[in-house]
């Protein structure tokens, strides 16, 4: 299990823009870009990124490919030719910056921002369940944002490999937040992300106080296998999802995820 009084945390990145059309995270990394005064916390070198601005111009999800998976040992490592995808170029140079992942030299914590269509309030996305550092700060966001709710994704699984931007990091954690359109800005969903990045550094500041957190445990979601929508042999989908189904708030069911709910203890 991780130790997460390992030391402090020192360097913070706030990633926004890693898919391009999912504005909130654009928007408020361009406003602490320019006006960085509300992610100040005493001993925390905190550091606001567009992660993909090709993509941000092009208000696209991406150019080439999706940099939320171009974070693998191969892509890292790929030799850099003509036909190098921007985003693997991309994520190389993030690597450069911020990591190299994996090393003492990363980053000690990214957060990585998104959205999503689905009606899916302020979701925490960690990337495995042994990280305490992390567990701590989603449990005290948690207890934050109460009575409001905050759910936590796990997407550490045998099957589905992600390599995501934040994964860069010693600590990574997914902010994502919705329901909101590609593309468009909405107040209430941009200031429930705000709000979230807050109560994180928050957290980093007690932390590194020396501030002891007593064990806990939150209840986790966690990806146990995707179900896709039926298709005719021309590859066309012949099914929507139901009406009394779509309006569930469980953003998990609307996206047609089968899941299982985990309780993972911090000790």
């Not at 990337?127 to 948690?142: A, P």
Request: glycine share 8%.
């Amino acid at each position: 299990m991780a130790d997460s009084r390992a030391g402090p945390v020192g360097r913070v990145a706030i990633f926004g823009g890693t898919h391009g059309n999912e504005l909130s995270g654009v928007c408020l990394v361009k406003h602490w870009l320019a006006n960085g005064g509300e992610l100040h916390r005493d001993g925390v070198e905190v550091t606001p990124f567009i992660t993909n601005p090709r993509a941000v111009q092009k208000r696209t999800r991406y150019v080439d490919c999706d940099l939320n998976r171009a974070f693998s040992a191969d892509c890292l490592s790929r030799v850099e030719t003509e036909d190098t995808s921007y985003e693997v170029v991309r994520a190389q140079e993030i690597n450069r910056l911020f990591g190299p992942k994996g090393t003492n030299e990363a980053y000690d914590l990214i957060f990585d921002l998104h959205n999503t269509t689905s009606n899916m309030g302020g979701t925490l996305v960690m990337e495995n369940s042994e990280d305490d550092f992390v567990i701590q700060m989603c449990h005290y966001i948690k207890k934050a944002l109460a009575p409001g709710s905050c759910p936590v994704l796990l997407i550490d699984h045998p099957i589905l490999k992600y390599a995501t931007t934040r994964s860069v990091a010693k600590h990574p954690l997914g902010v994502e937040v919705g329901p909101q359109p590609n593309g468009v800005v909405r107040a209430d969903i941009l200031d429930k992300m705000r709000t979230i990045i807050k109560h994180a550094l928050d957290f980093v500041k007690l932390f590194n106080e020396g501030r002891e957190f007593p064990p806990c445990e939150i209840e986790v979601y966690r990806i146990s296998e995707k179900i896709y929508y039926p298709r005719n042999e021309d590859g066309e989908i012949t099914a929507i999802i139901h009406q009394h189904v779509q309006v569930y708030r469980d953003y998990l069911a609307c996206n047609m995820y089968d899941c299982l709910v985990e309780m993972f203890r911090c000790l």
